[in-house]
């Protein structure tokens, strides 16, 4: 395929606000989990982004107002993105700019809690509450659009896991299509209850901090995030800055179960392979594979027989979900932001609070920092449902 230019991007996660703190954070080996203390809830640990849910929303209708656009709006607010984009708006028209968000649960924490406030004689909600501004799906994008000032297409993303990871797969079909001249490509989670119970009622939270690949796993930490990039043709708008190239994508659904991997991975297996071939690679010339790596014993024995079957141990990998916890929908565009992290600055993170790898893993899983040129880098994200999508960027 032909690679497409990131002319700006940013990252909002429990480790930190914009690319220098999440680099910071990330070499350093410093986590952003802390014992869980949401909405009552205490089980196990999670990712919490700090004054997000304090955070007031400008210059938009006041209905947006919702954890998970509250944490979309701080992320504009970093990095320059937000005038990064208005240097493109005047180039391309609002109209030619699209935007293409992934997003699991939206806001729903907002409808949470307008059904513990319901009216006890009629049922009603109470007044204030925004369904289609908040809960619906579409309200990401709306609030994005209208936060930037943008008029072109718009398109939520909910597959699971793999939301904002497939988010950049709908907006290369719209710039091959013609539809737009650039899109906003990203998305956002944010903790509500219904996930943090869920997982918990899944048996899938770890008591401690979540350990990828360690032999001793016991499950996820939840996080909650939100990142974007200006996605480009190269060369469309003279003096744009690229910060790094989209070169390759693979993505599969192979609908195992419902909730559980396919343990021979072969959907996994067959949207890595997919994004080496997209790209023109072959599997020596990746530097690092950031693993979709939960936490969870059957995920990762999943993605590591997945690795291992294409890979080898000729490739370096590791989850940074040790960092953020596992942000659901929002995941794909913060191990991207990652991806151009560590290209920038030529490192590659091992796994956070692992004791001992998994003694039954065969791939090359790092657990500590290596510090070395890092010029490609795959991501993964693996969703509930037998939802896959493989990423491949590439540094300037």
């Known amino acids: 395929m032909k690679p497409l230019a990131i002319t700006a991007g940013t990252v909002l996660s429990a480790i930190g606000r914009g690319l220098a703190a999440t680099e910071d954070a990330l070499l350093a080996r ?6 869980c203390d949401f909405a009552g809830i205490k089980t ?13 929303l400008a210059g938009v209708a006041p209905g947006f107002t919702c954890r998970n656009n509250q944490l979309a709006d701080m992320a504009c607010a970093q990095d320059g993105f937000a005038q990064a984009v208005q240097r493109a708006r005047q180039f391309y028209g609002a109209h030619r700019i699209a935007v293409v968000l992934g997003t699991s649960t939206s806001g729903i924490l907002s409808a949470e809690d307008a059904y513990e406030a319901l009216d006890p004689v009629t049922g009603a909600p109470p007044p204030e509450f925004d369904q289609a501004h908040t809960q619906d799906l579409f309200s990401l994008p709306r609030f994005v659009a209208a936060r930037l000032g943008l008029e072109g297409p718009i398109l939520s993303v909910s597959n699971a896991c793999a939301s904002s990871s497939r988010a950049f797969v709908d907006a290369r079909h719209w710039l091959e299509a013609g539809l737009c001249d650039a899109v906003v490509v990203g998305g ?9 119970r869920g997982f918990a009622a899944l048996g899938l939270v770890s008591a401690e901090p979540t350990r990828p690949c360690d032999a001793q796993r016991t499950g996820i930490s939840v996080g909650e995030g939100a990142g974007f990039v200006l996605l480009e043709r190269e060369g469309a708008r003279s003096g744009a800055e690229v910060m790094g190239r989209w070169v390759g994508y693979g993505v599969s659904s192979d609908g195992h179960h419902m909730s559980s991997p396919d343990p021979l991975a072969r959907g996994a297996v067959a949207a890595m392979r997919e994004a080496l071939e997209r790209a023109g690679l072959d599997v020596t010339q990746l530097d690092y594979i950031n693993l979709h790596g939960t936490g969870t014993v059957v995920n990762d024995a999943m993605e ?5 079957t294409l890979f080898g141990r000729s490739v370096p990998c590791s989850s940074t979900k040790g960092w953020t916890g596992h942000t659901l929908g929002a995941s794909g565009i913060i191990e991207a932001m990652f991806a151009l992290v ?8 091992g796994c956070l609070n692992v004791q001992q790898i998994d003694p039954t893993f065969n791939s090359h899983v790092l657990t ?4 070395k040129p890092v010029q490609r880098v795959m991501s993964n994200a693996f969703g509930f449902g037998g939802t896959n999508c493989s990423l491949i960027f590439e540094g300037v």
């Open 342 to 349: 560590m290209m920038r600055a030529g490192f590659a993170p």
């Open 30 to 35: 410093r986590s952003g989990l802390t014992p």
């Open 188 to 196: 956002a989670d944010s903790l509500c209850r219904m996930t943090l």
């Open 44 to 56: 196990g640990y999670v990712g919490c982004v700090p004054q997000a849910g304090t955070h007031v």
């Open 368 to 371: 500590d920092t290596l510090h």
């Open 304 to 308: 590591d027989h997945a690795v291992h």
